[in-house]
């Protein structure tokens, strides 16, 4: 099933920020309600354990019901030729532009647009335990903000005719964005730099536009090619998806489905997804790409403390309560005041907890997860 539909509509707005770790997020929903976007806020959280950037990622979020339709579909917004860029007239994601110049360069705008189709049977829970039945939203958003910023290409193909920058807003009739559609001037975005074919041949070293790059974009055997990309994926570049009939929205932006299969490290960028099926995690190519781009890595608790236990926290600031999401077996859990007395003291071996903080008063606190004598402490903010 394909992740991308078609289609937006208004509806009750309201916003959410998810602050950790490298980057942040500020996300203004519509048509979600509170399980929805919780749902949705944990997936952008995901992210901010990978990337760096000290400008936050702004999306625009909205959910409706569209029978028949896709599952979700993400724009990204855009700019070229900012201080930083390292190409000349090529279009970059405006968050991962934000994120090179530390300065917004899309002040008014949002860095993303992502739809998601109410009409599919969503599973709402943030533990991948999905049921056959249902789709993993989490999955879903993780990849479609994977889509925004960057894992994305502006290539076509009409008939035989093959392009790179020759997108229109109206090829994707009847979807409108928030922002304004550029004039992309047959100039292709910084994804489209690293792809090639089998032999070696770069994609934009073809005539744009010709039936000659519109063969390239169908020959099923196109590649991101990238140091890190190489260094993270044992020296082999990453195995785009190109079919023989080309989907815009699909082929080429994606990894190759049958190269990257479910249960694949980096299954979470292929094309399709099927109910029960549930992926967290950004796989080390995935981030290689992303790297390759132009994001810089951040560099947690997996490299720096790599004796503590991986764990994750969920909303931060929090009002009311706190999600973890912890490592497998016993585990000590420790809620600490700025000061440093304890709150909060006490063991477990779930996998994911809820922790009421309704009743302490604003401020900053330390939330400390101890396994096999080590530990790792993270701040968290109450704000009611």
Same mark, same amino acid.
């Given at each position: 099933?394909?992740?991308?539909?078609?289609?937006?509509?208004?509806?009750?707005?309201?916003?959410?920020?998810?602050?950790?770790?490298?980057?942040?997020?500020?996300?203004?929903?519509?048509?979600?309600?509170?399980?929805?976007?919780?749902?949705?806020?944990?997936?952008?959280?995901?992210?901010?354990?990978?990337?760096?950037?000290?400008?936050?990622?702004?999306?625009?979020?909205?959910?409706?019901?569209?029978?028949?339709?896709?599952?979700?579909?993400?724009?990204?917004?855009?700019?070229?030729?900012?201080?930083?860029?390292?190409?000349?007239?090529?279009?970059?994601?405006?968050?991962?532009?934000?994120?090179?110049?530390?300065?917004?360069?899309?002040?008014?705008?949002?860095?993303?647009?992502?739809?998601?189709?109410?009409?599919?049977?969503?599973?709402?829970?943030?533990?991948?335990?999905?049921?056959?039945?249902?789709?993993?939203?989490?999955?879903?958003?993780?990849?479609?903000?994977?889509?925004?910023?960057?894992?994305?290409?502006?290539?076509?193909?009409?008939?035989?005719?093959?392009?790179? *920058?020759?997108? +229109?807003?109206?090829?994707?009739? /009847? $979807?409108?964005?928030?922002? @304004?559609? #550029?004039?992309? &001037?047959?100039?292709?975005?910084?994804?489209?730099?690293?792809?090639?074919?089998?032999?070696?041949?770069?994609?934009?070293?073809?005539?744009?536009?010709?039936?000659?790059?519109?063969?390239?974009?169908?020959?099923?055997?196109?590649?991101?090619?990238?140091?890190?990309?190489?260094?993270?994926?044992?020296?082999?570049?990453?195995?785009?998806?190109?079919?023989?009939?080309?989907?815009?929205?699909?082929?080429?932006?994606?990894?190759?489905?049958?190269?990257?299969?479910?249960?694949?490290?980096?299954?979470?960028?292929?094309?399709?997804?099927?109910?029960?099926?549930?992926?967290?995690?950004?796989?080390?190519?995935?981030?290689?790409?992303?790297?390759?781009?132009?994001?810089?890595?951040?560099? *947690?608790?997996? +490299?720096?403390?790599?004796?503590? /236990? $991986?764990?994750?926290?969920? @909303?931060? #600031?929090?009002? &009311?309560?706190?999600?973890?999401?912890?490592?497998?077996?016993?585990?000590?859990?420790?809620?600490?005041?700025?000061?440093?007395?304890?709150?909060?003291?006490?063991?477990?071996?779930?996998?994911?907890?809820?922790?009421?903080?309704?009743?302490?008063?604003?401020?900053?606190?330390?939330?400390?997860?101890?396994?096999?004598?080590?530990?790792?402490?993270?701040?968290?903010?109450?704000?009611?």
């Amino acid at each position: 099933m394909k992740r991308f539909f078609l289609i937006p509509v208004t509806a009750l707005l309201f916003n959410a920020n998810v602050f950790s770790q490298g980057c942040s997020f500020n996300i203004t929903y519509s048509g979600f309600d509170s399980t929805q976007s919780a749902a949705f806020s944990y997936a952008a959280s995901i992210w901010t354990y990978y990337l760096n950037s000290a400008v936050p990622i702004k999306i625009n979020a909205m959910y409706f019901t569209y029978p028949g339709g896709p599952l979700a579909i993400t724009f990204s917004n855009g700019r070229k030729d900012f201080t930083g860029a390292a190409y000349d007239s090529t279009w970059y994601p405006t968050s991962l532009a934000n994120a090179i110049t530390g300065v917004e360069q899309n002040p008014g705008e949002v860095d993303m647009d992502i739809y998601v189709n109410g009409a599919f049977s969503w599973y709402f829970g943030i533990d991948g335990v999905t049921p056959g039945s249902q789709y993993d939203f989490v999955s879903v958003i993780l990849h479609e903000i994977g889509h925004g910023l960057g894992f994305t290409s502006l290539a076509k193909k009409d008939t035989t005719m093959g392009s790179v *920058g020759l997108l +229109e807003m109206s090829d994707f009739d /009847p $979807v409108v964005t928030s922002f @304004p559609w #550029p004039d992309l &001037d047959t100039l292709p975005g910084v994804f489209d730099k690293f792809i090639e074919n089998s032999p070696g041949t770069i994609l934009l070293s073809y005539q744009n536009p010709s039936t000659a790059l519109g063969s390239q974009l169908t020959n099923n055997s196109q590649y991101f090619n990238g140091p890190n990309t190489l260094a993270a994926n044992g020296g082999n570049r990453a195995r785009l998806y190109a079919p023989a009939t080309f989907q815009l929205g699909t082929s080429i932006l994606h990894l190759n489905e049958g190269s990257y299969p479910v249960g694949h490290a980096e299954e979470l960028m292929t094309p399709f997804i099927t109910p029960g099926n549930s992926h967290h995690s950004v796989g080390p190519m995935t981030m290689g790409m992303l790297e390759d781009m132009g994001w810089v890595k951040y560099i *947690g608790i997996n +490299e720096q403390e790599k004796s503590a /236990p $991986v764990w994750n926290m969920w @909303p931060n #600031p929090a009002s &009311d309560y706190i999600i973890l999401q912890l490592p497998k077996g016993e585990k000590e859990i420790m809620l600490t005041d700025i000061s440093g007395q304890l709150i909060e003291n006490y063991t477990t071996s779930a996998l994911t907890e809820r922790v009421c903080v309704n009743n302490l008063p604003n401020g900053f606190y330390s939330v400390s997860v101890r396994q096999t004598d080590v530990y790792k402490s993270r701040k968290l903010i109450i704000t009611h």
